[in-house]
């Protein structure tokens, strides 16, 4: 499977100073302008990382489609 996460910290519900200031993205990249994304196997080693301590998780949430909301 070749899915992919689109992070564009514009869409983020949770943007703010606490929740971006503790994010893997804005720690590694500054919180880039035009987002970033990521494959499987990026966000897998992000994970990874987060887990043993090494970076902070990365806390993108965004909100849900109606077509989210329908297959759950």
């Not at 899915?3 to 983020?12: K, L």
């Not at 200031?21 to 035009?34: F, I, M, R």
């Not at 987060?50 to 902070?56: K, M, N, Q, Y």
């Amino acid at each position: 499977m070749n899915d992919s996460v689109t992070v564009d910290c514009d869409s983020c519900i949770v943007r703010s100073a606490a929740a971006c200031g503790d994010c893997v993205v804005t720690v590694l990249l500054g919180s880039p302008p035009d987002g970033v994304i990521l494959d499987d196997s990026e966000v897998a080693a992000l994970d990874v990382l987060a887990r043993e301590g090494l970076v902070p998780p990365l806390r993108l949430v965004t909100p849900l489609t109606s077509r989210d909301i329908e297959a759950s």
